[in-house]
């Protein structure tokens, strides 16, 4: 069955600096892979995924995140980071065969000015 | 506007006293899902639902039942609630089941059971 780790549990960023949120991935064949975003008292909110193609994936609010096969990895990244990128992240992935989305435990990113 | 909508946002109940949290999807999605959220734990799947009439047990079904009686409403049943059920739960869909395909949130429905 499919898993996903976030290692870091918190992630502190000054404002206008590059920020990286991890996350690692095991599955059975092909990974399909998706970034979700979590404000407070809201739902999660679709940001980018993996299928195929391109390894650099380009998603919504500047973010993009990187495949590595090798490292069965996809991190989440952004250039600059804005105070208002302040949330909790989660990183998941389906195989194939599998309907089942697996979710990581999520990283709370703290961005401050 | 494209939305899953979730009811009730917020409930405290006791107990052992059914509920049913209703969604609601605009978008003509065939697929539907149930998660809760804890703490450490991410997003575990409860139920899932692939169209009208056809519903399987996610990751933690144990206490929940659903049933997919339209294409649009997907409504989760707590038949006997317990404290261990106190969580932060989310409706789910997706037009078609594909494991390319993005799957959208509902708010979330926090509920407490004391």
């Known amino acids: 069955a499919q898993s996903v780790a976030q290692p870091e549990d918190q992630v502190n960023v000054a404002e206008g600096n590059p920020l990286t949120v991890k996350c690692t991935y095991s599955v059975s064949g092909n990974p399909y892979l998706f970034w979700y975003v979590q404000y407070p008292n809201r739902g999660l909110q679709f940001l980018l995924k993996y299928i195929t193609g391109d390894n650099l994936v380009k998603g919504s609010y500047g973010f993009e995140a990187e495949f590595n096969k090798s490292q069965t990895s996809f991190h989440l990244k952004k250039p600059s980071a804005l105070v208002s990128d302040s949330a909790l992240y989660f990183c998941a992935v389906r195989g194939y065969n599998n309907n089942d989305m697996r979710f990581g435990a999520g990283t709370r990113l703290t961005v401050k000015p | 506007e494209a939305q899953v909508t979730q009811n009730p946002r917020y409930l405290i109940t006791v107990t052992g006293k059914k509920l049913t949290v209703t969604c609601s999807q605009n978008?003509?999605?065939?697929?539907m899902s149930w998660y809760r959220q804890d703490p450490g734990l991410g997003l575990r799947q409860i139920y899932y639902?692939?169209?009208?009439?056809v519903t399987d047990k996610g990751d933690v079904p144990e206490g929940y039942k659903v049933s997919r009686k339209e294409k649009r409403n997907f409504p989760l049943i707590l038949e006997s609630p317990s404290p261990n059920q106190t969580s932060l739960y989310f409706c789910?869909?997706?037009?078609?089941w594909g494991p390319g395909n993005t799957i959208y949130f509902g708010e979330g429905s926090w509920l407490t059971v004391v």
């Open positions: 789910a869909s997706s037009g078609t």
């Open positions: 639902s692939m169209n009208v009439e």
């Open positions: 978008m003509n999605h065939e697929y």
